[in-house]
């Protein structure tokens, strides 16, 4: 078992910056790949940005050159910086991770608010 604790988030203003951390724990050993996900009221949950154990990321085409994920392995954390939101970004933020043979484990997520 993996749990994933999230943290940051909040209230912002469009054009502000928010960073929003996760930390897991347990068999974390078992970790290959962590991530985020977000839901906004009404829409389905959707990828928002992956890092995988080498480092190789993935993002979302609406947050790519605004949002960056990093990780470190060490201690299984893994961060959401997010500039220059905008009020569609507004969503419950999830904490993910994927272990080696697919088995999937989120957070409790936070919320993130951006207001026009």
């Known amino acids: 078992q993996v749990q994933l604790v999230e943290s940051g988030g909040g209230l912002v203003q469009a054009g502000g910056s928010l960073r929003v951390s996760c930390a897991a724990s347990?068999?974390?050993?078992?970790?290959?790949?962590m991530g985020w996900y977000r839901q906004a009221p009404g829409k389905q949950r959707e990828l928002v940005a992956t890092?995988?154990?080498?480092?190789?990321?993935d993002y979302v085409d609406s947050v790519k050159g605004r949002f960056t994920i990093s990780r470190v392995n060490a201690n299984y954390t893994v961060d959401l910086q997010m500039n220059s939101l905008k009020p569609e970004d507004t969503a419950v933020y999830y904490c993910?991770?994927?272990?080696?043979?697919?088995?999937?484990?989120w957070g409790q997520g936070t919320q993130v608010t951006v207001s026009s």
């Open positions: 347990g068999s974390t050993f078992n970790i290959n790949t």
């Open positions: 890092i995988n154990s080498r480092g190789s990321t």
């Open positions: 993910y991770s994927r272990s080696w043979w697919n088995r999937d484990y």
